[in-house]
DNA sequence: AACAATTTGTTCGTATGTATG
DNA sequence: GCATACATACGAACAAATTGT
C-alpha cells in the first residue's frame, strides 16, 4: 500500500498491491497470475499499459523470475497479455471472456454494437427420467441412467433471446433442487462447488434453423423464424461428458461471441 | 530408425524416429513439440497411449527437461494431451483442429454425424477497392485505404454449404493475384508464407439470419431459408485486425465445430 | 549507419514437493 | 512405506529483437 507516497506515473503501470504475502495451498504463479489478471479487470492496468520488466515485477512480488514468466505466460496465451521483445509486456484489452480459465458462466452474447450482454437467467421446469438413447449416447451413461433436464430462459433487458434445454447426469449432482426456485443460476459454477466437476472443455455445434412453435412462443417470436441453434457438450478433465444442452437464440439484436486462439 | 530391433511394445509408445536432429531457426520445444504433434496425427502414438517418461523423452530426443515440458505443456493446453502424476502423459484423443497453431485452414464444418468434411474451395470474385468506412472501422485503417474483397465458395460434395465474403488491407498483400484463378486456397496460409503475418486470433459474431436473394442462389436454397451467419475478424499478434470476413454457411446437413478451452 | 541498452525468449540445470500405484 | 512420475520453484546464462543514442 505504502501510504506515503502518491505517484501518478506517465504510462508505467504502478503498483496495486503487490508484495503482499501470496496465499499458500495454490501454486504460486496461479496466485500471480489471479492478483495480475484481476489488477487487469479491476481496471488498474488498463489496455494498452505496459507493464513493469520481468526482474522488476518479479522482486516486488517477491518470487523468482521463472515464476513469474509461469504466470504471464499463461495469460499471454489467454489473450489477456502481448509480449513483445523491448516493447515489453502490454495488456491487449481483449476479455478474457471466452475462456474457461475465467468465468463459469461462460455465456457470450453481445448486443450488435459489440458490447456484452448482463443476461438474467430463469429456471422454467426441472425434471428427472431415465435418459432417452440419444442423451445416452451423448452422455456416454450407461443402460438405464437417470438424467436431469433443465428448461431456462437467458433475459436480456426484459427480453427472452435464448432458451436452454440442459441434460445432466442424475449421479453426478445427488441432491440437486427439484424446483426451478431453488435451481443454481451458474450451473457449471454449481458443478464445482457441490460436486467437484471442473469443466476442462465444451464443443459446441452451431446451426441456423427455423424456429418450432414451442421455441418461438418461449422467445416471443413467430414460428419459422431464424434461430441460432446450438447444441452444446460439456467435458472434464477425464475427457468425459459431464453435460449437453441444446440453446436456441433469437439473434435479431444480439450476436454469440466467440474468440479462438 | 533402428532397423536392428523390431519391438511391438505393450501398451507403451515406441520411438518413432526421435534423436533425430532438431532443426536450427526455430525454437527447440516448438520442434519437439511439432514433432509429438506429427507422430499422433500420424497415428504412431494412439489415443490412450502413455508416452514415455519426461526424462526418458527427453533424454530420447536430445533436450533439457524444461525444454520437453515446454513442448508437452503447450499440447496439454491443446487438449492434445492430458498429463497426470504417476500415471504418465496420456493422448487423449481430442482432435485439435479448433486450434490456430496446428492448422492454417482452420475451418471446422461438420456433418451431423460429427465427422470432420473436408471442403474445397473456389474464388469467385477478386476486387479492389478504396476501404467502406465500415470496413475501415473494422480493420482498423487509415483514411481512404485500400482493400482487397474476395468472394468464395466451400463446397462439400459438390454442394456449396458456405459463402465467404473477406476484406483484407491491400497493403498487407501486395503481389496478391488480380484473378480467382490465381488466387490461393489457403487464405491464412498465404498471408503467413508471402507477408510473414501469422494470425494470433480470431473473434467470431455468430447469429442466424435469413438468406438474401444473392446469398440463397449461391447456396441454392430459396430465399429467405435459415442461414448461419458469421463475421470474423482476424487480429495478429499485436492485436492489430488483418483480416476481416462475413460467411453466410447453409446448415440443413452440417454443423459448425467450436471447442473451448 | 553503427552501437549500446533494454526487454523478452530460450535453454539449461537442479532441487524439492506431491500425488499415485 | 517406497518408488515413480509429474508439478513447482529457483537461478543462471545467452540469444534475439527493438529502441534510442
Known amino acids: 500500500m505504502s501510504p506515503?507516497?502518491?505517484?501518478?506515473?506517465?504510462?508505467?503501470?504502478?503498483?496495486?498491491?503487490?508484495?503482499?504475502?501470496?496465499?499458500?495451498?495454490?501454486?504460486?504463479?496461479?496466485?500471480?497470475?489471479?492478483?495480475?489478471?484481476?489488477?487487469?479487470?479491476?481496471?488498474?492496468?488498463?489496455?494498452?499499459?505496459?507493464?513493469?520488466?520481468?526482474?522488476?515485477?518479479?522482486?516486488?512480488?517477491?518470487?523468482?523470475?521463472?515464476?513469474?514468466?509461469?504466470?504471464?505466460?499463461?495469460?499471454?496465451?489467454?489473450?489477456?497479455?502481448?509480449?513483445?521483445?523491448?516493447?515489453?509486456?502490454?495488456?491487449t484489452g481483449r476479455a478474457p471472456r471466452h475462456s474457461l480459465r475465467f468465468l463459469f458462466d461462460y455465456y457470450r452474447l453481445h448486443d450488435l454494437d459489440g458490447r456484452l450482454c448482463r443476461a438474467e437467467t430463469r429456471t422454467i421446469g426441472i425434471a428427472r427420467a431415465v435418459a432417452t438413447p440419444a442423451e445416452k449416447d451423448a452422455l456416454d451413461m450407461a443402460e438405464g441412467s437417470e438424467v436431469l433436464r433443465l428448461q431456462r430462459l437467458r433475459i436480456v433487458e426484459g427480453r427472452a433471446v435464448m432458451h436452454d434445454h440442459f441434460t445432466l447426469p442424475a449421479r453426478l449432482l445427488p441432491g440437486f433442487p427439484d424446483t426451478p426456485e431453488a435451481a443454481p443460476d451458474l450451473l457449471y459454477r454449481h458443478m464445482s462447488d457441490a460436486a467437484g466437476i471442473r469443466i476442462a472443455a465444451i464443443r459446441e455445434h452451431l446451426a441456423a434453423a427455423a424456429a418450432a412453435p414451442d421455441i418461438a412462443e418461449a422467445l416471443g417470436i413467430a414460428a419459422g423464424a431464424p434461430v441460432l441453434l446450438i447444441e452444446e457438450t460439456a467435458f472434464d478433465e477425464a475427457n468425459s461428458p459431464v453435460a449437453h444442452a441444446l440453446h436456441h437464440a433469437e439473434t435479431s439484436a444480439h450476436r454469440y461471441v466467440n474468440e479462438i486462439r
Open 4 to 91: 506515503s507516497r502518491y505517484d501518478p506515473g506517465p504510462n508505467e503501470a504502478q503498483d496495486t498491491d503487490l508484495s503482499a504475502p501470496l496465499p499458500e495451498s495454490i501454486p504460486r504463479w496461479r496466485a500471480v497470475e489471479a492478483r495480475i489478471a484481476e489488477a487487469i479487470t479491476r481496471g488498474d492496468w488498463k489496455a494498452g499499459m505496459v507493464l513493469p520488466g520481468e526482474t522488476a515485477l518479479s522482486a516486488s512480488m517477491g518470487v523468482a523470475v521463472g515464476t513469474l514468466r509461469r504466470a504471464l505466460a499463461e495469460l499471454t496465451a489467454a489473450g489477456v497479455l502481448s509480449r513483445r521483445r523491448k516493447t515489453g509486456t502490454v495488456v
